[in-house]
């Protein structure tokens, strides 16, 4: 299973004002109460996903398109094609391919270097700190020539084999200082990135040289991709000790704190905290409409987030 955004000892601390230690029952073990904590974890992080439209953890992708239509535009000045693909921050491009729209498909690979992001993410490569919010656009821009009119309307048709998302990982060893490399269960999107290890008292920002993936991503035309379980190398070596499923991260921060309160959510939609009070016009409130205030903010939080095509 991947990392969620979260993971119990994030949840455990934050400033929720939940009794984790009676989740799942009272009496629980702690391996039994850790258990659930994580399967919280991981359906708030589908929670966040489902509610954005998309998944905000780097992933690596292969979209097709027609045009030139609505998503797959000529500019008129340049002659340049703009694929205006699903997912967002676009952080690479890996291939892409073109085709008449006939059948059957005859692929021309479009060279390196004849393609690039729009609007590459501020905040996550080429800084010294980790990003605090969502920045990054959608769409790839291609060489004249590539796509044209030549064909009509939906004349041509595109695959693009790109990552999307920021690079979000959990330590699968142990760490100890001075390391300059982490072995951690997704290394996608992570070449040149600032991320933080998020571990308390002990949370350090490193910056990451390179990655060497276990079983790298085979791409659709030749070729692979760092993806999945590997190692980084860190630019410098880390400060503290760090134990195994400790998150690695450039998520910003408030979609984990979103996690955070879809967690919440769920121990109070089991009733585990749930109070009645008296208030001064008679009336009574309960933990419920406490509920639905705090579905409302991580909504509002992710609200920058959500995918719209």
């Avoid at 690479?92 to 390196?112: D, G, K, M, T, Y």
């Avoid at 409409?289 to 995918?307: D, S, V």
């Amino acid at each position: 299973m991947s990392t969620p955004y979260v993971t119990p000892s994030m949840i455990v601390n934050a400033p929720t004002g939940i009794s984790w230690s009676i989740i799942p029952f009272p009496k629980a073990t702690s391996a039994e109460q850790t258990a659930e904590q994580m399967n919280m974890c991981v359906r708030a992080t589908g929670i966040v996903n489902a509610y954005c439209n998309q998944v905000l953890k780097a992933t690596a992708d292969t979209e097709r398109l027609n045009g030139p239509d609505f998503r797959l535009t000529i500019e008129q000045a340049t002659g340049n094609g703009r694929l205006m693909l699903s997912r967002w921050p676009i952080t690479e491009v890996l291939q892409v391919a073109v085709s008449a729209n006939s059948f059957p498909r005859q692929w021309q690979l479009i060279p390196s270097g004849m393609y690039e992001v729009e609007r590459p993410p501020i905040g996550v490569y080429n800084t010294t700190a980790p990003t605090a919010a969502g920045d990054g656009g959608q769409s790839v821009l291609i060489a004249s020539g590539y796509v044209s009119w030549v064909n009509g309307r939906q004349g041509f048709t595109t695959s693009t084999t790109y990552v999307n998302g920021w690079p979000h990982s959990s330590l699968t060893s142990p760490v100890a200082p001075p390391s300059a490399t982490l072995l951690v269960d997704d290394v996608t999107a992570f070449t040149g990135a600032t991320a933080t290890i998020y571990d308390g008292s002990q949370t350090e920002d490193i910056l990451v040289l390179a990655v060497t993936a276990n079983t790298p991503y085979a791409l659709p035309y030749g070729g692979t991709t760092p993806a999945g379980p590997g190692t980084l190398t860190l630019a410098a070596a880390t400060a503290y000790d760090h134990v195994a499923g400790t998150v690695v991260s450039s998520l910003p921060q408030d979609i984990m704190w979103a996690t955070i309160l879809a967690t919440t959510v769920q121990a109070l939609e089991a009733g585990i905290t749930t109070v009645s009070i008296q208030n001064l016009p008679g009336t009574q409130t309960t933990g419920g409409m406490g509920i639905i205030a705090l579905e409302q903010e991580y909504e509002n939080i992710l609200k920058p987030y959500r995918r719209v095509i």
